[in-house]
């Protein structure tokens, strides 16, 4: 969101294409062993970067909670606190949390990331929709290792639930920013909402079995199922994922279909590619498609797999953690992303935004594995 979030720099919500060895960067091959602190610098060194971006800014001093940037730092860089033996939130995070703290308190009060004067119908409701869903989130992952839900959290959640929809097609979904950069989670109302199930699930203190929540989570899952055949591959990993979170969201059966559909695209060198999880889909700038293995989507594939009970995904889910073990870029600690809108240049500010995403994931996932 800030003056861009979720790609609204036009045309530049995701990356280049890998142009050359492991996009400007040697991968830990022979080694095969990743290094939690070079991932920590990278999120951290992009964290500093983006909330003191300008174009990331907002009144009352915050700042963007991206999807691309902030949330995913907010679940990676929480991951590495056991492997880096952190007892406490890092200063990034801390200034992550404090941001996103000031704008659910002032949630009545405060801008949203994008008005309706400013850019348009339905602007406002699309911006207010999605801010509320990652707030959740992210105040929601902050809480679960501690057992506890705290106030702020459950006053984020308050604060998406009055906004849920509750008439015709859209009954039980959330608004959610569009900015004509599909097929990632920047255009991708399903994506938003299948977050929401996982910040509802997740959230501590057996807060989905709630009486008060009851009609509205009922609303969701049946919105997701009812959706669920029209997204893309990827967006059905995030649904398989989320039906982890959320019980009876997706009955055995419809899980192991999503594993199965997903396992059919692993690539020989064990990671997935965005580009064919996505459909049908153009550059603006008509580039081709990179079809290399890339971080973001190997790293949530593996991160969901290893979320969900499927027998059949375990040899593949340990090939696509050996492929994220040996790519980490040596030299920064971020993992490769394809770009799936412009072939903008690697390693701009811009033009890192999907490594931002792919490193978290990576993260999520190297720090989970089984046995780890």
């Given amino acids: 969101m800030g003056r861009f979030t979720f790609a609204a720099i036009t045309g530049v919500f995701l990356l280049t294409g890998f142009c050359g060895t492991q996009a400007f960067g040697q991968p830990t091959s022979s080694s095969q062993v990743w290094s939690p602190a070079k991932a ?59 941001s996103v703290t000031k704008r659910v308190r002032m949630w009545h009060d405060i801008d949203p990331f994008y008005s ?16 509320s869903i990652l707030n959740s989130l992210i105040l929601v992952w902050r809480d679960v290792p501690t057992g506890h839900l705290s106030a702020d959290a459950r006053l984020a959640l308050n ?25 990632f989670e920047g255009d991708s109302q399903f994506y938003g909402n299948s977050l929401a199930a996982i910040a509802i699930g997740s959230a501590p203190g057996n807060y989905q079995s709630e009486p008060e929540i009851q009609n509205g989570l009922k609303l969701l899952s049946a919105w997701l199922v009812r959706n669920m055949n029209a997204q893309t591959p990827l967006d059905r990993v995030v649904l ?24 059919a695209k692993q690539r020989d060198d064990g990671g997935f590619s965005m580009s064919q999880l996505i459909g049908a889909w153009k550059r603006h700038d ?37 492929w994220l073990s040996r790519n980490q870029i040596e030299s920064d600690g971020r993992w490769p992303a394809v770009s799936l809108n412009n072939n903008r240049p690697v390693l701009s500010d811009t033009g890192l935004f999907m490594s931002d995403a792919a490193t978290a994931y990576a993260v999520l996932a190297l720090t989970n594995a089984p046995g780890r």
């Avoid at 398989?240 to 396992?263: F, G, H, M, P």
């Fill in 40 to 98: 920590a610098g990278y999120l951290d060194t992009r964290m500093t970067w983006w909330s003191s971006w300008p174009k990331a800014a907002y009144d009352h001093a915050t700042f963007c909670v991206s999807c691309h940037t902030a949330t995913p730092f907010s679940l990676g860089r929480a991951a590495l606190h056991s492997p880096l033996g952190e007892s406490a939130p890092s200063s990034n995070e801390q200034k992550l949390l404090e």
């Fill in 116 to 131: 309706d004067q400013a850019r348009g119908l339905p602007k406002t409701s699309e911006s207010r929709g999605t801010e």
């Fill in 159 to 183: 604060n998406m639930w009055a906004l849920q929809i509750t008439a015709a097609d859209m009954k039980g979904a959330w608004a959610w920013l569009q900015f004509h950069n599909a097929p």
């Fill in 240 to 263: 398989l994922w989320a039906s982890t979170k959320l019980n009876a969201l997706l009955t055995r059966d419809q899980q192991n279909k999503i594993v199965e559909e997903t396992l």
């Fill in 286 to 322: 008509d580039t081709p498609l990179d079809t290399s293995s890339d971080g973001y989507a190997t790293g949530l594939i593996a991160f969901a797999l290893e979320q969900v009970e499927a027998p059949q995904a375990q040899a593949p889910l340990k090939r696509a953690l050996a």
